[in-house]
């Protein structure tokens, strides 16, 4: 996985933010695939969450539990401060 540029962080923290001050609920990822057309928005979605800017629930499938979907995504504190930095 490459690093994400503070450009996409900002996009995909708004969109989410805009989902949630929308009702759209739950978030999951398949709202946010029009974001990243190159790549797999679920990677960025996994790395957000590993750098504690979002939080959300990881449905894996497979013998080998590999992640297949997102769902109620939320911005944690420390997402929503950079959303608004």
Known sequence: M??????????????????????????HNGHLKKLSDDTDVLEHLLM????????????????????YRMTNIRLTYLGIKVLRS
């Open 48 to 67: 957000l969450k590993e750098q504690g800017l979002i939080s959300g629930d990881l449905v894996t499938r497979g013998a080998n539990s590999a992640p």
């Open 2 to 27: 490459s690093t994400l540029d503070q450009k996409l962080i900002q996009t995909i923290l708004g969109e989410i933010d805009s989902h949630l001050r929308n009702g759209i609920l739950p978030v």
